[in-house]
């Protein structure tokens, strides 16, 4: 018998007593039993041999976003969960579980798609396809222009956050980043002087301005690309 080393330290564990469905409970070394060999077994580490291929362990870091577990017909005998097959002979039903952490699955994403700035969402998930920055609300042309395009983008399908507070363009610009929407689109006294739009995608360091009437277009090739 060889045991763990950890079980100089454990007390009171459960053990199985050679009996279907029996376990024993608050079982202690060495009073209750004993091993022939203590070592540290239970803990695998990079390099250790595989005692089937001869193959040399290799470790990575991963996070557990889901999981397949098949739970046989235990359960469903307990819960007399039974089906007639064809022949008319009951059966006990073949139970699974499956599982999808969808908070887990959000993390590994955002841990994959990030800088110091904050988020980078792939586009497949994004909360929004697109971040609006209106800048200077208080210009009449500005309020227009992005309730217009707004309007605009909504007709088509498109998921836009309107960023409508009162607040600095630095305050927008490191939300937006902050935020990690895929697309940023800034509407500014600036950018009506030229009847244009700035578009920033998360992902690129550098902006462009895209004329106002090609504006809804251009996005829409952006997100389909």
Known sequence: VIADDSITSATNLIAGANKPDTHLRNVNYPR??????ITDIARARAGD????????????????????????TFISQ????FFIDANGVSHPIVMGSYGIGLG???????????????IIWPLAIAPYHIYLCPLYLENPQVAATAENLYADLISQGLEVLF??????????????DLLGIPIRVTVSPRTLETNSIEIKQR?????QLVPLEEAVTRLKELIRD
């Open 78 to 81: 307990k819960l007399g969960a």
């Open 104 to 118: 887990r699955l959000l993390a590994a994403a955002i841990e994959q798609n990030h800088d110091d700035k904050g």
């Open 163 to 176: 960023d409508d507070r009162d607040e600095s363009p630095g305050v927008k610009f490191n939300d937006a």
């Open 32 to 37: 209750d039993f004993k091993v022939d060999l």
């Open 203 to 207: 992902s690129e360091k550098e902006s």
């Open 49 to 72: 041999g595989c005692p089937k291929c001869g193959g040399k362990l290799l470790s990575i870091h991963g996070i557990e976003v889901g999981h397949t577990f098949k739970l046989g």
